[in-house]
């Protein structure tokens, strides 16, 4: 014999059950979310200025900075040295870098790096 009332009721169970297990899925799903926008937000990024020429031929200054944990100061060095290399590179240079001031030592502070270059001939 069926009986048609426990058989919606068993639907009726499954289907608020599928719901329960979505929402939680939309729960997870916005938590991961969250956490990796705290995530990114401690990594931080990288700015730099534009490549400036000095009264030296062939030799430039740029900065860069960088915030968010303790090695930002690594980020804004590799974001002034990627600006250098870039900019000898489109003149079909290479880059030699002459000197490099650092600032910025404490975390979650703002960490730069001003670097003096020369573009010379490839060989």
Known sequence: MFNTVSGRM????????ALAARDALSASARALVAAVAACASLVGCASSSDVVATSKPNTYTVAASATGGRLAWARAHEQAMN????????????????????????????????????????F
């Open 83 to 122: 600006e250098a290399r870039d900019y000898c590179e489109r003149r079909g240079m290479q880059i030699s870098v002459t000197t490099e001031t650092v600032s910025g030592v404490q975390g979650m502070t703002e960490h730069g790096s001003s670097m003096s270059f020369e573009c010379h001939p490839k």
């Open 10 to 17: 068993a639907e009726r169970n499954e289907a608020f059950g």
